[in-house]
């Protein structure tokens, strides 16, 4: 198996195209046609977690965080992140990472799994992304209609929530005159021809655009097929920032924080001030979620769980929310078993290991 079947594979699940533009998800170094002899997967990449790669003989690390954010103009070693790249380097090992386009998927992300610890129901996205949705339009002979319609389906459109094979569909009739130079599949050349057609609607994701539209052309009997493509303005509520859910009971504030720190394992929770006032609404986002304060007040969450809030920002909770930082690493750490989770479904021959190195680099007194 090559690297590029499992980056490939990771990226059906959590494309690149989800990631915020500060990002640098995906394949940061190593050749992607290499055969991959294992995977280390941990939450970063450094030199500690490149030596336990070699020593495991594994030669693709994949991590949450990307170890490039920004571009190198020299590598000198001169720090840890130019270290760790030098010995990969020297030691044949890939690093791939899925970072913010893995945070942005409702069903696999990485808030799906704090959703979890945590007992959550009737989640969905916090901030749901705007403008990653397509409509596509496309006109086909009656007869032709079943046959395009399905195949679109399978290339991936026609999804809303939790439906699939969402199309509309209109009857109507289509003219067309064909050149001298053209090869009509119905009517004659230099003859206006009118021909009972359908018009399927149906929306896909802007990153299956290509797919959708090939798999449409190669299905479609018309020599040109008519079609047309507009971006859509509605927010898409399977992917985006952060997750809201509730808690089958209401639990008392103080309650609620102490199973919080247990069930996500953290040695410290830094919190606001508590409303006195039961938890219900549970508002997560993994890692720096502090952007995210006010989508979790206007969704009337009762306590936002995150990572990485400054001293200010603790005061805009304002008495309309508790804010629980339970620490960036703490946040994500579960990220590594949702990595395992996916890999096994395709690969469960395949050597996956788990870093042992705790690669956090806060420690608590
Ligand atoms: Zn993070």
Request: charged residues 20%; aromatic residues 8%; glycine residues 6%.
């Amino acid at each position: 198996m090559r690297i590029s079947d499992i980056t490939n594979y990771l990226e059906t699940l959590a494309p690149l195209s989800f990631q915020e533009s500060y990002d640098n998800a995906g394949l940061i170094l190593g050749d992607a046609s290499n055969q991959a002899s294992g995977v280390l997967i941990t939450l970063d990449v450094t030199e500690a977690v490149v030596e336990e790669a070699i020593a495991l003989n594994v030669n693709l690390i994949i991590a949450h965080h990307p170890i490039v954010f920004s571009g190198l103009k020299k590598i000198t070693g001169k720090n840890y992140v130019e270290r760790t790249l030098i010995k990969a380097i020297k030691n044949d090992v890939a690093i791939y990472a899925a970072h913010t386009n893995l945070d942005s998927v409702l069903q696999h992300g990485v808030n799906t799994m704090i959703c979890q610890k945590l007992g959550l129901k009737n989640t969905t996205i916090l901030d749901p992304v705007v403008g990653k949705l397509l409509k596509l339009v496309v006109f086909v002979p009656e007869n032709y209609a079943d046959k395009v319609r399905n195949v679109l389906f399978k290339a991936g459109a026609g999804t809303i929530g939790a439906y699939d094979s969402c199309s509309f569909n209109s009857a109507g009739t289509g003219t067309f005159k064909a050149g001298e130079t053209a090869n009509p599949f119905v009517g004659e050349k230099e003859k206006l021809h009118r021909e009972p057609e359908v018009r399927i609607e149906v929306v896909l994701p802007e990153h299956l655009k290509t797919k959708v539209i090939d798999a449409m052309i190669q299905s479609h009997p018309y020599e040109e097929v008519a079609y047309d493509i507009y971006r859509l303005e509605n927010a898409w509520s399977q992917v985006g920032s952060g997750m809201i859910g509730e808690l089958e009971t209401a639990e008392e504030e103080a309650n609620f924080l102490h199973r919080v720190k247990h069930s996500l394992n953290t040695n410290c929770i830094r919190h606001t001030e508590l409303r006195q006032k039961p938890v219900k609404k549970v508002a997560v986002c993994g890692g720096a979620g502090s952007f995210l304060l006010k989508h979790a007040i206007k969704a009337q969450a009762d306590v936002f769980i995150s990572g990485d809030f400054k001293y200010h920002q603790f005061f805009d909770a304002d008495g309309k929310i508790l804010i629980a930082d339970v620490g960036h690493f703490e946040s994500e750490q579960f990220t590594k078993e949702l990595f395992y989770e996916l890999l096994m479904r395709k690969f469960s021959n395949f050597a996956i290991h788990f870093t042992k190195v705790n690669t956090n680099p806060i420690k608590y007194l």
